[in-house]
């Protein structure tokens, strides 16, 4: 109960200082603008969550950060379309660690020991064929 307490009076002060400078009709339209970027994220998540599992399955990432980029992604989207400034603020953040870790597990982890489903451009495939070397 106290920490919603303490959430609540940040975010009216937050809310109060950024509103008191940017104006009522800019901040109605901050609102309109966050809500919908929340939910334009919400409705893409499908094509995020296909890309992590597959991941997954390559090896990638751990089942840990599966869930974690998924969950970190969904609170956000969520926390943008609650209205507030703090909310907001949090929602975005939430986003771009989402967007950081994604960039950084794709290029450090795949580069090393990924195991994707292509073939190595060193490997020869060849037929062998059995010889009879048994004489007349």
């Known amino acids: 109960m106290i920490y919603f307490l303490v959430y609540l009076f940040l975010e009216v002060m937050v809310s ?11 901040t109605f339209l901050e609102i309109l603008l966050s809500a919908f970027l929340g939910i334009v ?4 998540f499908k094509e995020v969550l296909f890309e ?19 969950l970190f992604t969904v609170i956000g989207a969520f926390l943008l ?8 603020i949090i929602g975005l953040l939430l ?7 994604m960039i950084v ?10 195991k994707t489903h292509t073939k190595d451009a ?3 495939d060849v037929e062998v064929i059995k010889c009879d070397t048994t004489s007349k």
């Open 16 to 26: 109060v200082n950024i509103a008191s400078s940017i104006g009522g009709f800019t």
């Open 41 to 44: 994220i919400l409705i893409n």
């Open 52 to 70: 992590n599992m597959k991941a997954v399955s390559y090896s990638c990432i751990n089942l840990e950060e599966f869930q974690q980029l998924n």
């Open 81 to 88: 379309i609650i209205p507030g400034f703090l909310t907001d």
């Open 95 to 101: 986003q771009f660690s989402a967007i950081t870790s």
């Open 105 to 114: 597990n794709r290029y450090n982890v795949q580069s090393k020991h990924c």
């Open 122 to 124: 060193d490997v020869i």
